[in-house]
């Protein structure tokens, strides 16, 4: 191998003064110490609307110093707790995750939360939820003791982590103050005032102009134009290709027009990896031993493909399959009615090779009726 030219590096006073400056803040830097089984153990936690956190503390001589940490973003769930049952879940979350440390040893528990203080003592109805809470931290300590929030410094600090979701992830794709525009440019917004579609509709403003937003869900939702609809469904249905319903729940939860979930639907059946994604949840049917024909024409295999995007009006394939001779003809069908699909069978089929003497089928409702 040819040797790699040795390049000389200009270390030049600039260079000199950050290597110091980062010596000098790695050297004032937080740094954690060994645990000692012989010292005073506490573990201060906090929880806010997003995250909860939590240090683990010992006493080394006069000092406190760290041993731990401990962060995590809530779930959406979680998010929705009251006050009392997130600093709860953070303190159940900081005593489960530093469990191995903790377990026989005695520590006391902090935190700026006063009422969590006495819940172990008091006799008021608790939820299962908390239930069972307070009884995995019993199985460590009983001692919870109050701090004020201007001491809770550190776990404050950890609960306020900010951390990319998949709520900022639309915030970022999706550009409000251009559709603000395409709101008033369209016809269609007036017809929602009218409406019967349980909406409270109320103009938020964006910028220097305003925004129509549905308020009666917890998040506002601004109402979509039709031209706006696709491109909204692509970028969130493209996260997954999660399926029909799942898809309608993200979208619902955050826009809404008029059809929304038949569009989604029809979009969805349309998508190729949705269908090759989606996860069949029918329950299969025992095999059936079934003769061979003995000749041409006798017996059929038949099928519905679709819907399928639009062509010369047509949306759907009716297939037909021999069982003898494996002779498959596809008849294009513009609705899946059953008495389309026993017209194309009749005219397409029927008409040229005579009547089968049996038709198998996945027995969909086409193939069911008393036609």
């Given at each position: 191998m040819p040797k790699q030219k040795v390049q000389k590096i200009d270390w030049s006073k600039e260079c000199q003064d950050a290597f110091e400056t980062t010596k000098e803040i790695l050297g004032k830097a937080v740094l954690l110490h060994h645990p000692r089984s012989d010292?005073?153990?506490?573990?201060?936690?906090?929880?806010?609307?997003?995250?909860?956190?939590?240090?683990?503390?010992?006493?080394?001589?006069?000092?406190?110093?760290?041993?731990?940490?401990?962060s995590r973003k809530l779930s959406e769930a979680e998010q929705k707790y009251s006050a009392f049952d997130r600093?709860?879940?953070?303190?159940?979350?900081?005593?489960?995750?530093?469990?191995?440390?903790?377990?026989?040893r005695p520590f006391t528990i902090f935190t700026d939360h006063k009422p969590l203080t006495t819940v172990l003592s008091s006799h008021i109805d608790r939820s299962p939820r908390q239930t069972r809470?307070?009884?995995?931290?019993?199985?460590?300590?009983?001692?919870?003791?109050?701090?004020?929030?201007?001491?809770?410094?550190?776990?404050?600090?950890?609960?306020?982590?900010?951390?990319?979701?998949?709520?900022?992830?639309?915030?970022?794709?999706?550009?409000?103050?251009?559709?603000?525009?395409?709101?008033?440019?369209?016809?269609?917004?007036a017809s929602y005032h009218?409406?019967?579609?349980?909406?409270?509709?109320?103009?938020?403003?964006?910028?220097p102009s305003t925004l129509l937003c549905d308020i009666s869900m917890e998040k506002s939702r601004p109402v979509l134009p039709t031209s706006w609809t696709r491109s909204i469904f692509n970028k969130i249905q493209g996260l997954s290709h999660s399926g029909i319903k799942p898809t309608?729940?993200?979208?619902?939860?955050?826009?809404?027009?008029?059809?929304m979930k038949l569009d989604i639907r029809r979009w969805c059946k349309e998508c190729p990896d949705c269908q090759a994604s989606k996860v069949h949840r029918h329950t299969p049917s025992p095999l059936v031993e079934r003769?061979?024909?003995?000749d041409r024409f006798r017996s059929l295999h038949v099928d519905l493909v679709g819907p399928l995007p639009e062509s010369h009006g047509m949306t759907y394939l009716f297939t037909i399959i021999d069982r003898y001779t494996?002779?498959?003809?596809?008849?294009?069908?513009?609705?899946?009615?059953?008495?389309?699909?026993?017209?194309?069978?009749?005219?397409?089929?029927?008409?040229?090779?005579?009547?089968?003497?049996?038709?198998?089928?996945d027995r969909g409702r086409q193939f069911t009726s008393n036609l």
């Open positions: 010292a005073v153990t506490s573990l201060t936690v906090d929880a806010l609307n997003k995250a909860i956190g939590s240090q683990l503390e010992q006493r080394h001589g006069r000092l406190w110093v760290p041993t731990a940490f401990f600093e709860l879940l953070a303190s159940y979350a900081a005593v489960k995750h530093f469990r191995h440390f903790l377990e026989g809470h307070l009884s995995f931290i019993s199985e460590f300590t009983s001692d919870i003791r109050h701090i004020k929030g201007k001491f809770n410094v550190v776990a404050d600090a950890l609960s306020r982590i900010n951390s990319v979701g998949k709520d900022d992830q639309h915030k970022e794709c999706i550009n409000f103050e251009k559709l603000a525009p395409a709101q008033e440019a369209s016809d269609e917004m009218t409406a019967t579609m349980g909406l409270v509709l109320k103009d938020i403003d964006i910028g309608q729940k993200a979208i619902a939860q955050r826009f809404v027009w008029n059809g003769q061979l024909p003995s494996r002779w498959s003809e596809a008849i294009p069908l513009p609705d899946a009615h059953a008495s389309t699909c026993v017209s194309a069978l009749l005219h397409h089929w029927v008409a040229r090779f005579g009547v089968p003497e049996d038709i198998v089928s």
